[in-house]
């Protein structure tokens, strides 16, 4: 039965990296990351006007029983097919991408231990906060460069929806973590501490 771990935290607080390093560091041959970012709900049958007016950073987006029941998959030593999610057009792509199941599972989202049915699914539960200037300025940059969007945009969507739904929904879900890293954690040591709590946990 795999292990699970779950990494929570802001738009831009590191989550995505950390998740990567950990499993650089325990072997990509026995890890897989499951992103919560995969599992927007598709919202192919509503007008694009309206699709563009829909809050992504509210917890309503996300299809969190689909993915709690892929978490369960996978632990069980099922391989499952995640959706595949266009941003640029908010609805799923008609292709799946299959992640086997190994030895250790990585969930990772924004909003991942806002929901109960997640969060206690995850048998280390790691939170990693970060100052809303660096999330934004991680943030700009990744939005302008992958996803074509104006600096203008990015930043009224931070003041407008990614800001409060943080102070509201993330923030306060810190609660249910096991372990919290601050900004300015030497990324290294706390990679180390965790792999070692998770190959403790698999003997």
Same mark, same amino acid.
């Given at each position: +039965?795999?292990?699970?771990?779950?990494?929570?935290?802001?738009? &831009?607080?590191?989550?995505?990296?950390?998740?990567?390093?950990?499993?650089?560091?325990? &072997?990509?041959? /026995?890890?897989?990351?499951?992103?919560?970012?995969?599992?927007?709900?598709?919202?192919?049958? +509503? !007008?694009?006007?309206? =699709?563009?007016?829909?809050?992504?950073?509210?917890? %309503?987006?996300?299809?969190?029983?689909?993915?709690?029941? $892929?978490?369960?998959?996978? /632990? %069980?030593?099922?391989?499952?097919? +995640?959706?595949?999610?266009?941003? #640029?057009?908010? @609805?799923?792509?008609?292709?799946?991408?299959?992640?086997?199941? =190994?030895?250790?599972?990585?969930?990772?989202?924004?909003?991942?231990?806002?929901?109960?049915?997640?969060?206690?699914?995850?048998?280390?539960?790691?939170?990693? =906060?970060? !100052? #809303?200037?660096?999330?934004?300025?991680?943030?700009? #940059?990744? %939005?302008?460069?992958?996803?074509?969007?104006?600096?203008?945009?990015? /930043? @009224? @969507?931070? %003041?407008?929806?990614? &800001?409060?739904?943080?102070?509201?929904?993330?923030?306060? *879900? #810190?609660?249910?973590? $096991?372990r919290v890293?601050? $900004?300015?954690?030497?990324?290294?040591?706390?990679v180390t501490?965790? *792999?070692?709590?998770?190959?403790?946990?698999?003997?």
């Amino acid at each position: +039965m795999a292990v699970i771990i779950g990494i929570c935290g802001g738009s &831009g607080s590191g989550k995505s990296r950390l998740a990567s390093e950990l499993a650089d560091r325990l &072997g990509r041959d /026995r890890v897989t990351i499951l992103p919560f970012d995969a599992y927007y709900k598709d919202l192919r049958d +509503m !007008p694009a006007e309206d =699709r563009a007016r829909v809050n992504f950073d509210h917890p %309503d987006s996300l299809d969190a029983e689909l993915y709690a029941s $892929h978490l369960d998959a996978l /632990r %069980d030593g099922l391989d499952v097919c +995640m959706p595949v999610y266009d941003f #640029a057009t908010h @609805q799923r792509a008609d292709d799946l991408t299959i992640l086997p199941a =190994r030895d250790i599972v990585i969930a990772e989202g924004i909003l991942l231990f806002a929901f109960d049915n997640v969060a206690e699914r995850c048998d280390l539960r790691v939170y990693r =906060r970060c !100052p #809303a200037d660096v999330r934004f300025e991680r943030r700009l #940059a990744r %939005d302008v460069e992958e996803r074509g969007r104006t600096p203008e945009s990015v /930043r @009224q @969507q931070f %003041d407008e929806s990614v &800001g409060p739904m943080h102070d509201r929904f993330v923030e306060p *879900s #810190a609660h249910h973590a $096991h372990r919290v890293v601050e $900004h300015g954690q030497p990324l290294d040591e706390v990679v180390t501490a965790i *792999s070692a709590e998770i190959t403790a946990a698999r003997v």
